[in-house]
């Protein structure tokens, strides 16, 4: 799910201690309180409103069980109830709801070329969001202060307390250790990989950080916002650079190091360039926004008519340009468009066939413009190649929200998380919000 | 998890019912007593010998169930006593084992050119193997009448009583619908798409049959006899075509319709041959026995000095001479399987990146002889490509039994169905085997 490239580093970095560790989840088979009252508040984050019956046939748990969590919920102020249901012949069943005042989280979403910011109350639902450049040439203490700065601002300006914040997800190219808050790799420079990223951007908010990769952020934030009517799907993510991610059943395929789904590093032409993840031809090295600037600004023509800057710090600006000159009508580019698109496909047909789904969603900075081409291109591509054509409709689909599908769902990450039933933190040390 | 080509049918075929339903899993957060009993049983057969103590550990359940499912389990014969632990200051535990000879399943492999059968013992212990021709030119009934009679042959050549004989579990290529028992492309002939395999065989020997993909049973065959130290790992099954199986956390990866990892159908040159799988240049049209073997074919001098066959539908038979002759020093020969390895080292980068790998297994019956060579290409591959050599080391092994794991599994995905559990038979209104 990287979207960019590694390199095999000299020296391994020491490892570097999260100074706010975040509250270790209880393993299966020994469910507590807390655990169970997660569970709990993100079915009735998914339902909206919903009975403590159906919480129970849901859930799995007993009515008893049911019961006492949701008590302790109300006395914590995390959960109310709203009315009665319709009633089918016996005694009309009394809805609950989440307090989604009670809590916020926030998804910061960070790409060398640009980076997206998002609120969402205690439902999920985003309440403050804006975008700003990324991080560029930026060293990684730097950017993360700006960053600070900037979810200090938007929670400010949408008067959120920050007390009732319950942290932040943090969503950026793999491959991540995401238990020590770190990426594996010197992208965008050497100072970024073993950077203490959690353990930074936690100190400087005074809140939690979990660490998540951007496109499986942007599969669980699609899941959460989008129109999806499957609850297995991939999604090809495009910003600097190109990753993947697979949600099936609802679960984000996680792997072996929960760095699955590298689809920018599948080899897909043995001629192709070489890239510095050891392969020829990659799909990032192919269709990836560099890869079409480059070509862009190889085009003397191209490169003046689009006023092109050729500054790889900000190749998604580039990159856009070339996709409104072909939304112009401007053929130069788009046929270079069309190419990195049918790669694309091509990189659709390989997840559709390997991870047997038939649904694929394009999201990320790079489809603003760009999208609508993509989505037609790769679609001919997946009916041409992808085997669940033969059983059933395979559909390539453009994200409901390209620029903020991954920052959403670093919040969701967080009210999902263990950080998301405050007395789970309580029970581990950490200073609980004080709630109404 | 194919091993051969997909074609889009032209007339859909009506559903076939199957005569001899296998009896449903019980729905996860319903579970019964038979349920238990069958993960109690496999617990057991994975440790060899275990404590109750040790049975409540490792599967959750209570101390109160464990004893209850025990005493049922001995009571039915299938469990007993066999001792007791070295004592570690408190009493001894007493040891249980499975009973061995209280029940057996049977894996039949099935391909075009090559297929195995496997008996096993309630242990999960090879008690007798054979393997014959493959389906050929064969029509589906034809076929399973001369697999069933092998089978037949088998259990009585080993003593095996037929009453004791739990289930078959017949694997072979995909995409299949494994709850109606077909396979739903026409390969090896249309006469195979939607034939009903699994009530056909189960007719013929009196006795359940599930089907399962033969490079997923490949994967559970190798966890089950090989050496492997991880319990995520990706299989290259290789027989007349080319199919994928992944193992995550020793659970099987799925997808959406169970018919994932079709990495012989995914595209890995936009150059290469077309296949009717709809992609250029995919991994079986670049690597498999065909490939190989059309192009020794295509040589004249190779052609004559190894007497290739040129039938079709021993196409194996011609890959085996091919390979011998690598083995003997024949460069042309080597420099073939060379091509056809490099293919499939791409391939495992490809596995590797997105299901997040570092081991990958070569099995099935194209390996017999060419194998190390195949182990050492794609080792190379992906030391150079497989971005999770940058965290860990990166390995491609050779199953340890090519030709039989994935019979092997089959036998072993009987063991672990409701099948196991003859309770469980019993309340779906199977005739319980006689029991002593």
Known sequence: MSSRLPHRPSTPAPPVPNVRAVPAVTPVGQPSRPVTGALVLDLIRTAGTISRVELASRSGFTAATITNVVRDLIAEGLVHEVGRARSRGGTPRRLLELDRTALYAVGVQLDRCTSAIVVTDFAGRRVAATSLRGVGRGAPGETLRTLADHVEDLLASAAVPRARVLGVGLVTHGPQDRERGVILTPQPTPAWQDFPLTATLADLLGMP????????????????????????????????????????????????????????????????????????????????????????????????????????????????????????????????????????GTAAVTLMNLFDLDTVVLAGPAFATAGPLYVDLAQRAVERGALARLLRPVRVRLSTDVGAAAAVGGALVVLRSPLGRPAARESAGEVLPALV
Request: glycine share 14%; charged share 25%.
């Open 209 to 344: 950080v979990l660490l998540e990769n951007d496109a499986t952020a942007a599969a669980v934030g699609e899941q959460w916002v989008g129109s999806l009517d499957v609850d297995t799907f991939g999604v090809l993510y495009m910003a600097s650079g190109i990753g993947g991610g697979v949600v099936v059943g609802s679960e984000v395929y996680r792997g072996r190091t929960a760095n699955p789904v590298e689809i920018g590093h599948v080899p897909l032409d043995p001629r192709g360039p070489a890239c510095s993840c050891g392969n020829a031809g990659c799909t990032e090295s192919l269709a990836g926004p560099s890869a079409v600037v480059a070509r862009a600004g190889a085009d003397p023509g191209l490169r003046d008519r689009l006023r092109m800057s050729g500054d790889a710090d900000d190749v998604l600006a580039d990159f856009e340009r070339v996709a409104r000159a072909a939304a112009r009508g401007d053929q130069d580019a788009r046929h270079l468009l069309e190419d990195s698109a049918r790669h694309l």
